[in-house]
Each structure stands twice: as C-alpha cells, then as structure tokens.
C-alpha cells in the first residue's frame, strides 16, 4: 500500500475528550499532516469515565463488562463516532478518501505482568456506525506474547524525530495522565512510561477545587514543591525498573503514596515537580542522555511544569512540540492513524525495545463497516 490518508482518534488518561487528527502516510513515513479537531468531554462523561476506572481496576476478564463498563463503552464508542463525524463534516473531508480509522479507546485497565490490558471501545460498531474501515485493539497482542503492551506511539515519535534538525540524540516526551519518553537516535527507538503525567496534579485540583485542572500550571507556580515527599515517592521500585516499563494511571494513587494535606499552591507544585523529577529519573536508563527533548500532550501547555523540566534536565535543551513544527496535541491521535496503516501493511509497531516483547510484532485488529 502506498501513501494513504488515515484518521486516528485518542482519548486518553486524562479523560479530557476525543483528539481526532488526519496525516497522509505509508505506515513508514509521514507524508503529509491533515487538520485535527476535538470533542470534549461533558462533566457526567467524565463522571462516567472515572467510574468505569474504578470498576476495570477489578476486571479478570479483557472481554468482560460488569457493571456501568458496557454503558462506558457504548459512550466511548458513540463519542468517538460523533468526533469522527463532526471533523469529515467541519473539514469538508469525504470518508470514501480515508483508507482506514485508527481508534485507541479508553485504557481502564493496564497490567502487563498479569497479561491484562482493556481498552474499552467497540471497534466492530464504530466501522459499522461510520461506514468506515477500523483499526483497534492495538495493545493485546503484544501483552499477550509478553510485552508491556505500552508506550505504543514510540514508532511514531521515530518517524517525526528522524530527521528533525536538533542534536541526536533525541528524546520525545507525551505528557498526558501519565508520561512516556521514546528515545531516538537512528536504530530501533528506546520508550518506557516514566512515572505520573498529568493524572496526580488533575485528580488533586478536582478533589481540592472542583477544577479538573492547574490550568497554565498557575496554582503550582504559587507553591513549593516538598522535595522529601517527591525523594519518597522516587524511592518506589518502578522508578529503578530499566527501559522498557509501563504504568497504569492509578499506580500512583494518592492512597498509595500517602499525599500530605498539602495547601492547593503547595499540592499543584509538589505533584508538578514530581512529574519532572520521575523524567529525569529516566535519564539514567536510557542508552546515552538525551541532548534535546521535545514535549508533547497536555504538559506541554503548561509552562510551569516546562519551567520544572528544563531545570531537572540540564543541560540538554527541552521544547515544546509546537516549537519544532509538530501538532503537540495532535500528536497521539496521529499516532494512531500512523499505527492503523502500519496495522493494515502488517509490518510491527511494538518492539523489544519500547515494551519488552521478544520481537518486533504487528499488532491491531482491523474491521470493515
């Protein structure tokens, strides 16, 4: 298959919404970027989201749905329908010329040892809804052989970094609930989850203002960080794990690292420092430091926690993806459709070096409408 256009859809950790994006490409390079659009979450989805958490945190079974888990998927898959549908509509885009749509779900349970990872989101009803052929289920196969099943975007953040005009090597850092690094510098990427993303500092502002966010990082530049709770919190063994390693979006709930009372400026620069000190935890374990990082996903709009990463990561330099030409909050969602075509090609997008696996492997399932 040649250079095709492909729509990817990604709703992440951070329960925000639907990120849809469209780029032109082979599965081996990118051609070209499309537009992208948006279809945020209501305060009752989000509500339903975090209860389908809750109760995935129980689930055994990757195909089992008990409790609100099958009304949350048949929200996710609606939800995903409706931001495909509303984008082709606002773009003047015709389905016919999309070869395939890549969609991600929503992750309510990720644990690799026990070689469970679900993703809710029916992929089948999607391509029927849509009259479009689907790519999902991008992680199972790769968990199942063994691997993390996760970060899986690294391949993607090889093609964008490649031939990128900053000194090599490079690291790509998406900051959404949880944060990942891929490692780039000409052979097969390096990646691993690094710690707490975005999840510990929103799930704080809800719990502590009702705000789902520190908007601009702007609470956390009020505060100091408490730099013996983060050495604590840095004591646990994941922090001293080697590439590859992945995260649920709970592991480090504030039950389990026994949060402080902390004030709402102190709590926002606390759990931010936190975010920056697990990244630079992650040098250490890579195969050389990186001399400049790139940053993408929610984090990157927030300049406090920017601020925090190019002071614990000195002296390589850290931008934002934006900077350097990139889509940042598109860059997941185009992930997925680059990931969708690589799917339909059969070539891998999972690696022993970004999830551990004995080999490269291909991955995904594809449906037609």
């Known amino acids: 298959m040649g250079v095709?256009?492909?729509?990817?859809?990604?709703?992440?950790?951070?329960?925000?919404?639907?990120?849809v994006a469209l780029i032109e490409t082979d599965g081996e390079r990118v051609a070209a970027f499309g537009p992208s659009g948006y279809r945020p979450y209501a305060d009752d989805e989000r509500a339903l989201l975090r209860a389908a958490l809750e109760e995935g945190a129980s689930l055994r079974d990757r195909n089992a749905r008990p409790g609100v888990l099958a009304e949350a998927e048949a929200f996710v898959t609606r939800a995903h329908a409706e931001a495909v549908a509303e984008f082709l509509k606002a773009e003047h885009i015709d389905k016919a010329s999309v070869a395939v749509v890549g969609f991600h779900g929503q992750t309510v349970l990720h644990k690799p040892t026990e070689r469970l990872t679900v993703q809710i989101g029916d992929g089948a009803a999607l391509a029927k809804r849509l009259g479009m052929t689907v790519a999902y289920d991008f992680r199972a196969a790769d968990v199942a052989a063994g691997g993390q099943g996760a970060p899986l975007v690294p391949v993607f953040h090889q093609a964008l970094a490649r031939g990128l005009a900053r000194p090599h090597p490079i690291a790509v850092l998406n900051v959404g609930g949880v944060a990942n690094v891929t490692w780039v510098d000409g052979s097969d990427p390096v990646a691993c989850d690094?710690?707490?993303?975005n999840a510990l500092i929103d799930d704080f502002m809800r719990a502590r203002t009702g705000v789902p966010l520190d908007r601009d990082g702007d609470q956390a530049a009020l505060g100091t960080a408490d730099e013996a709770f983060i050495a604590n919190v840095l004591a646990h063994k994941f922090f001293d794990q080697p590439c590859p390693k992945s995260l649920d979006r709970n592991a480090f709930a504030f039950a389990n690292i026994g949060l402080p009372d902390f004030t709402v400026e102190n709590g926002a620069a606390t759990l931010s420092a936190l975010t920056a000190a697990?990244?630079?935890r992650i040098v250490k374990h890579l195969p050389q430091p990186p001399k400049a990082w790139i940053v993408a996903g929610g984090g990157a709009r927030n300049p406090t926690?920017?601020?925090?990463?190019?002071?614990?990561?000195?002296p390589a330099t850290v931008e934002t993806a934006d900077a350097v030409g990139w889509q940042s909050q598109s860059i997941e969602a185009q992930a997925f459709a680059y990931l969708a075509v690589r799917t339909m090609n059969g070539l891998p997008i999972t690696f022993p070096r970004t999830t551990g696996v004995a080999q490269p492997m291909t991955g995904g399932v594809v449906v037609q409408p």
Do not use: H
């Open 194 to 197: 690094t710690g707490p993303g």
């Open 278 to 280: 697990s990244v630079a």
């Open 4 to 19: 095709v256009r492909a729509i990817g859809l990604m709703s992440g950790t951070s329960l925000d919404g639907v990120d």
């Open 305 to 314: 926690l920017m601020r925090m990463l190019s002071e614990r990561l000195q």
